[in-house]
């Protein structure tokens, strides 16, 4: 794991924090929300789109996990999330689409707004409606899940790469501008993670070796425990982003070589 900027978090512990994690009923999201029970954080505020996942999300333990239904793509949704939410130390934006196409295509305009709406500004509106609240928080926490495609751009995931890439620059953003936001006047810890092919449904057709989501979560916060802010939680990532600090035109290379 590597790390463009790093804060000290000393004593970084999920014991009794309370998190959001937005597209929690599967993959990535799911996998923070099993390492979150598992290291005793006390609510986890979990979005889905489709109630058929309420249950299951309940059920794994009704007293610390809340689904609570939000689509990226209906504002009203999210002002309803911030309505709901009175207490928060850590908010997890995870939720996103990928859509293979190129960006010289037909309708790459199209879907490049869309993936924009999904992968960028969903995360931008969930932030800026949480952010009064999570400011309260002693030590809050924002992740932002990008890509390694927010680094470098990803072949036949044109309009994705754009998107996260945009993700990416808003992360700096608001790293940037939150450095004295905390309660206690400190800074709110923002963190980007840039994940290569993870096992979900989102790279179902990416033939290798794929870590499982739960591992994604346990290395991020491993991670923010050691003060990083730009975390690269896989063997691919790790060695493309090594790949890019080395040569970043080498790098587009290699992925171009991939389409
Ligand atoms: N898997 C990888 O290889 C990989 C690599 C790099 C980065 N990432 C990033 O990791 C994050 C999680 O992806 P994943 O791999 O876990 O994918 P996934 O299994 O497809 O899960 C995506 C999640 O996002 C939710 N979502 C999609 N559109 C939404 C919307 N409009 N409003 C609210 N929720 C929405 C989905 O809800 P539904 O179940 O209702 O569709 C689902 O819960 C994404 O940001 C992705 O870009 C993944």
Same mark, same amino acid.
């Given at each position: 794991m590597h790390s463009d900027q790093s804060s000290s978090t000393d004593h970084f512990s999920l014991t009794d924090k309370i998190?959001?994690?937005? =597209?929690?009923?599967? =993959?990535?999201?799911?996998?923070?929300?099993?390492?979150?029970l598992e290291q005793g954080a006390k609510k986890i505020y979990a979005t889905i789109r489709n109630d058929d996942y309420r249950e299951a999300l309940q059920n794994l333990a009704s007293d610390r996990v809340v689904?609570?239904?939000?689509?990226?793509?209906n504002a009203s949704t999210i002002t309803q999330l911030?309505?709901?939410?009175?207490?928060?130390?850590i908010l997890i934006n995870n939720a996103g689409i990928a859509t293979a196409s190129l960006?010289?295509?037909a309708h790459s305009l199209e879907l490049t707004r869309h993936e924009m709406e999904v992968n960028c500004y969903g995360a931008m509106r969930v932030t800026q409606a949480l952010l009064p609240v999570l400011c309260q928080s002693d030590s809050p926490v924002v992740i932002n899940i990008a890509s390694m495609?927010?680094?470098?751009?990803?072949?036949n995931l044109g309009p994705y790469s754009i998107a996260k890439a945009a993700l990416?620059?808003?992360?700096?953003?608001?790293?940037?501008?939150?450095?004295?936001?905390?309660k206690n006047g400190g800074p709110v810890n923002v963190v980007g993670v840039y994940p290569g092919p993870i096992d979900?449904?989102?790279?179902?057709?990416?033939?290798?070796?794929?870590?499982?989501?739960?591992?994604v979560a346990q290395t991020c916060f491993a991670a923010i425990a050691k003060g990083e802010q730009a975390i690269f939680p896989d063997p691919f990532s790790q060695a493309m982003w090594q790949q890019f600090l080395e040569h970043p035109q080498q790098l587009e290379a290699v992925f171009s070589s991939m389409l």
């Open positions: 998190v959001l994690v937005t =597209g929690a009923n599967r =993959g990535i999201g799911l996998g923070f929300v099993h390492t979150l689904p609570i239904n939000v689509d990226l793509l911030a309505e709901q939410i009175d207490e928060l130390d960006c010289t295509q495609a927010a680094i470098s751009h990803f072949p990416h620059s808003y992360t700096q953003g608001l790293r940037i501008e939150l450095k004295a936001a905390a979900t449904r989102l790279s179902a057709g990416a033939d290798m070796e794929k870590p499982q989501p739960a591992e």
